[in-house]
């Protein structure tokens, strides 16, 4: 099992997203898990910064599993955002923090 921590950026002027550490083996499921955590402190910021539309997000890491972000998407209207970025820490299995 691989475990990292993830620690969240800048969204605005703040720091609104506390860290989380999650279980990696399933990537699909890892990523809904860090969304499912991360929305709820999203959306208040976002919505301050007239930008609710982006809490509709999903979460993506890089292959290193080093870096991750939020990502909007409105397919229909081509348009994107990426937002939030994060950096992704490999920890003990045994230590969650």
């Known amino acids: 099992m691989t475990t990292y921590r993830i620690e969240f950026g800048k969204?605005?002027?703040t720091y609104p997203v506390p860290p989380i550490t999650v279980d990696w083996t399933d990537p699909n499921r890892a990523a809904r898990e860090v969304a499912a955590h991360a929305i709820p402190h999203l959306k208040?910021?976002?919505e301050s910064l007239g930008r609710p539309e982006l809490a509709d997000c999903l979460f993506?890491?890089?292959?290193e599993?080093?870096?991750g972000e939020f990502m909007w998407l409105d397919l229909a209207g081509e348009r994107g955002a990426r937002f939030?970025?994060?950096?992704l820490t490999p920890v003990d299995s045994n230590s969650h923090a």
């Open 84 to 87: 939030c970025p994060a950096r």
């Open 60 to 63: 993506s890491a890089d292959r």
């Open 44 to 46: 208040p910021v976002l």
């Open 65 to 67: 599993r080093a870096y």
């Open 11 to 13: 969204v605005g002027d």
